[in-house]
Each structure stands twice: as C-alpha cells, then as structure tokens.
C-alpha cells in the first residue's frame, strides 16, 4: 500500500481561509463517548458507543497574516460557529470533512497560544479547534 | 515567514521592560459549553466567554522604583489594576499587539539556579483586547504619524490605549487624536478620538461607531514638552478584536 507525506497532503481552512501555510503541526481527534452498560449479569465489563466529538489541534509558525485571521474569534468568540474543512491525503486519494457553519454546527477556536521562549528564535503559536456537530465527509 | 521574537516590547503601564524580558505567552481560553440535545447526532458546543493571560520571563534587574521585578510584584493582589501590553513586532507600525486591561499579576516564580542569572515568571489576568500599533516611539513635532491599514472597516467602534512612558521637559495637556478614512491617502479624515495627558501613564479611550480601514494617529499639541515616547494601540471590535 503507498504511504503518504504530511507535506502538501493535509490543510485546514477555518471561516473560509486556508491555515496551511501557517501550520506544522495538526491532530486530528474524533473521540466517540462511552456509554457503560455492565450489569450484574455480565461477565465482563461493557460499553456502547455513545456520541461522536471532533477536534483539531493545530500549530505552526506565528505571522501577522494569521493572527489577523484568529485573533478576533479568540477574543470575541462568534455566535455562529465557523464554517470548517479539514483534510487528508492527496488529490487522487483525499478524504475532506466539511462543517458548515451554524448556530450548531462548525468550530470555534477553544485555546490560542503565542509563545515567544527564545529571544533568539521565532514566535510559535498553537490553538484547539473545537468542533460542534458531525461532518459530511467527502 | 516566521516572526523574530526578538522584536517585541513589554509594556506595563508607563514602564517598557524589553530591556528586561526574554520570554512571553498570550493564552487565550474559550470553554465550550456542552448543548447537545435529543435530536444530535454528534456532540454539539458553544463558546462561552473568553479567559485570558499573559505569562512573561524576565531578568532580576534589583527592586528599585523602576526596575522590572518590583513592579511587577507590586501589581500582584492589588486594587490599583495595571495595563499590560505585548507589542509583538516593533520593527514596523500596525503590527498586533496584544494587551489585557485592569491586568494584576496572578503569581510570580522566581528561579534560583545555582548556575545561571536569577530570572522570575509572572503571570498578568485581564480583560484582553487585540489591535494594531498606531505609535511606538518618541514624537517630538505636532503632526500626522504613519497610516495602518486595518483588515476591514469597523462598524462598532473599540479601544484605543496610549501608555506614555517617558516626557521630556513638563507637559500640560498635550494632546493626540486618532482619525480614520476610507482611501489611504486620508484626504478626508474622522476624527474618531482624543487623548490628552499631562504626565507619563495609561490612558484608554472608548472609541464608538465606524472607524474606516485606514487610520492614524495625529499629535495636536506637545503641550509644551520637548518631545515624549509611547505607544499607541488601537482596538477595533470585529476587525482587530
């Protein structure tokens, strides 16, 4: 089976403008709540599936150009959430998630860091994409 | 391109600690509040209020008025709120800045390593504003200063703060004021706000309604000092903030 490189192969576009060139590093989490069903009668323990959560976690290199993008949703958070893509893979072989934004569906920016620890080095930044509502997955 | 950390400034109040400071963190914190119901499918959230911090690294310099430690120290558990700003890159105007207004310093860690300079971590808590250099440096004439462009027209007004760190001579009453406009050439401007200050410090201005794209700031009066230094940020609610 091939195996596929991060470059160029993964982007994330918040509210309509792509973060890719401001990003090294990102994680994708689809968490799916557990729902404990053990009883007396069972001989182990056992859990159903309960409710799926999405979230991104992001980062990269800080820049005018992308504070100018985050900034006013980390200070004042929207009421409509925002429209969110995230994919993977190259053209040929591309699986995308698409929120679109709503009062209950899309992302909101739940953690941004700026972080400057080394006066010789550059300013980093990290944020937490949170995630409201399942995706259409194309 | 990566931004040089090199170039930021430290402002606390009328104090620019630069000199004095080789780290700093901005966090802000939304919580996401649970609202799924009986029809989701999926989790489902909303963003409550926003929580936010600056965490700063700095050399012990001495605790003389002035020094870095001391005031810091003395911002911690007070009722004399302080003004605190992050101008992350100085090496040109309408860079961000990130400030937290009524800022008290949280905690304070000093380390004390056997083999290396005493440095301390503080953490300033406020209310967190973000905007754009219009000032950062000495005037010394009345006059326009640099336009900024902002990324969008504001239509419900902001902040602006202007931390007055050093005045040459005395001052009474010297005044600046901001003003905005839809071409950059600014042939015919708002005037969106004034400021006037007779002594070194913080001073904010609520700022109300449109402010255009193109902005700047305008030194009207010296108020009979030489020249004076500061810094002048402007937050725009739903542009820059």
Same mark, same amino acid.
């Given at each position: 089976m091939p195996r596929t490189n991060a470059l160029q192969n993964v982007s994330v576009s918040y509210n309509g403008t792509s973060l890719q060139s401001h990003l090294n590093t990102s994680s994708w989490n689809a968490v799916t709540e557990v729902i404990e069903t053990t009883t007396f009668a069972s001989s182990a323990m056992e859990q159903a599936a309960g409710a799926a959560s999405f979230s991104i976690e992001v980062g990269g290199d800080w820049s005018k150009t992308l504070d100018d993008i985050l900034r006013p949703d980390t200070i004042s958070p929207p009421d409509t959430l925002r429209t969110l893509v995230f994919y993977l893979g190259p053209v040929s072989s591309r699986v995308t998630y698409t929120w679109t934004g709503s009062t209950t569906v899309g992302a909101f920016i739940s953690n941004y860091t700026v972080s400057a620890d080394n006066p010789m080095n550059k300013i980093t930044w990290s944020g937490t994409l949170t995630i409201s509502g399942a995706p259409v997955v194309s | 391109m990566a931004t040089r950390a090199n170039r930021g400034r430290l402002l606390i109040d009328r104090y620019d600690f630069s000199l004095d400071t080789f780290a700093a963190t901005w966090t802000t914190t939304v919580e996401p509040l649970e609202s799924a119901n009986w029809q989701s499918t999926t989790m489902q959230y909303q963003p409550d209020a926003v929580d936010a911090s600056l965490t700063m690294t700095g050399y012990y310099t001495g605790y003389d008025a002035g020094d870095i430690y001391r005031e810091i120290y003395a911002r911690r558990n007070t009722d004399t709120t302080a003004y605190v700003a992050w101008l992350l890159d100085t090496s040109a105007l309408g860079q961000p800045v990130y400030l937290l207004q009524t800022g008290w310093a949280s905690s304070i860690t @000093?380390? &004390? =390593? @056997?083999?290396? $300079? $005493?440095?301390?971590?503080? &953490?300033?808590? #406020? @209310? =967190? *504003? #973000? #905007? *754009? &250099? $219009?000032l950062d440096g000495q005037r010394t004439a009345t006059g326009n200063g640099t336009v900024v462009t902002l990324p969008a027209t504001g239509t419900s007004g902001g902040r602006a703060f202007l931390l007055v760190r050093a005045i040459t001579g005395a001052a009474t009453n010297a005044e600046v004021h901001i003003e905005c406009d839809t071409v950059v050439g600014m042939t015919t401007p708002t005037d969106i706000g004034t400021i006037t200050f007779s002594a070194v410090g913080a001073y904010p201005l609520a700022i109300a309604g449109t402010v255009e794209p193109y902005v700047r700031i305008v030194v009207d009066d010296l108020g009979g000092a030489t020249n004076f230094t500061a810094a002048l940020i402007l937050c725009v609610n739903g542009v820059t903030m």
């Amino acid at each position: 089976m091939p195996r596929t490189n991060a470059l160029q192969n993964v982007s994330v576009s918040y509210n309509g403008t792509s973060l890719q060139s401001h990003l090294n590093t990102s994680s994708w989490n689809a968490v799916t709540e557990v729902i404990e069903t053990t009883t007396f009668a069972s001989s182990a323990m056992e859990q159903a599936a309960g409710a799926a959560s999405f979230s991104i976690e992001v980062g990269g290199d800080w820049s005018k150009t992308l504070d100018d993008i985050l900034r006013p949703d980390t200070i004042s958070p929207p009421d409509t959430l925002r429209t969110l893509v995230f994919y993977l893979g190259p053209v040929s072989s591309r699986v995308t998630y698409t929120w679109t934004g709503s009062t209950t569906v899309g992302a909101f920016i739940s953690n941004y860091t700026v972080s400057a620890d080394n006066p010789m080095n550059k300013i980093t930044w990290s944020g937490t994409l949170t995630i409201s509502g399942a995706p259409v997955v194309s | 391109m990566a931004t040089r950390a090199n170039r930021g400034r430290l402002l606390i109040d009328r104090y620019d600690f630069s000199l004095d400071t080789f780290a700093a963190t901005w966090t802000t914190t939304v919580e996401p509040l649970e609202s799924a119901n009986w029809q989701s499918t999926t989790m489902q959230y909303q963003p409550d209020a926003v929580d936010a911090s600056l965490t700063m690294t700095g050399y012990y310099t001495g605790y003389d008025a002035g020094d870095i430690y001391r005031e810091i120290y003395a911002r911690r558990n007070t009722d004399t709120t302080a003004y605190v700003a992050w101008l992350l890159d100085t090496s040109a105007l309408g860079q961000p800045v990130y400030l937290l207004q009524t800022g008290w310093a949280s905690s304070i860690t @000093v380390d &004390t =390593p @056997v083999q290396s $300079l $005493l440095r301390f971590d503080a &953490t300033f808590d #406020g @209310v =967190p *504003y #973000g #905007g *754009y &250099t $219009l000032l950062d440096g000495q005037r010394t004439a009345t006059g326009n200063g640099t336009v900024v462009t902002l990324p969008a027209t504001g239509t419900s007004g902001g902040r602006a703060f202007l931390l007055v760190r050093a005045i040459t001579g005395a001052a009474t009453n010297a005044e600046v004021h901001i003003e905005c406009d839809t071409v950059v050439g600014m042939t015919t401007p708002t005037d969106i706000g004034t400021i006037t200050f007779s002594a070194v410090g913080a001073y904010p201005l609520a700022i109300a309604g449109t402010v255009e794209p193109y902005v700047r700031i305008v030194v009207d009066d010296l108020g009979g000092a030489t020249n004076f230094t500061a810094a002048l940020i402007l937050c725009v609610n739903g542009v820059t903030m």
